[in-house]
Nanobody, 123 residues
Framework: QVRLVESGGDSVQAGGSLRLSCAAS????????MGWFRQAPGQERERVAT????????KYADSVKGRFAISQDNAKTTLYLQMDSLKPDDTAVYYC????????????????WGQGTHVNVSS
């Protein structure tokens, strides 16, 4: 069983930085795909960044390229999202997600989800 718990959400001013963390339980081999998604009020959930946990190979949404970075610790028990140069448009609930299988970047049918952490960016 995979359990995901996010932390690190906060309120910041535009241009600031935050680092989100996701503590993951369960064998790393059961969650070869992990990622961060977000949902802003009144909008659909969207992929922010996904990653192959085997080698850390990432993919980012165009809107966050060059500003956000997804990573994991050596034990593969914690997933991170470093967010720099934050904009008001980044305001959302951020979710950590995981799934088994392949095609981590093209198959977004993630089935394990955390409870979400709020990020609010003011101008």
């Amino acid at each position: 069983q995979v359990r995901l718990v996010e932390s690190g959400g906060d309120s910041v001013q535009a241009g600031g930085s935050l680092r989100l963390s996701c503590a993951a339980s369960g064998e790393a081999t059961s969650r070869p795909c992990m990622g961060w998604f977000r949902q802003a009020p009144g909008q659909e959930r969207e992929r922010v960044a996904t990653m192959y946990t085997r080698n850390g190979y990432p993919k980012y949404a165009d809107s966050v390229k060059g500003r956000f970075a997804i990573s994991q610790d050596n034990a593969k028990t914690t997933l991170y999202l470093q967010m720099d140069s934050l904009k008001p448009d980044d305001t959302a609930v951020y979710y950590c997600a995981a799934r088994s299988g392949v095609n981590c970047h093209t198959d977004l049918s993630y089935n394990y989800w955390g409870q979400g952490t709020h990020v609010n960016v003011s101008s």
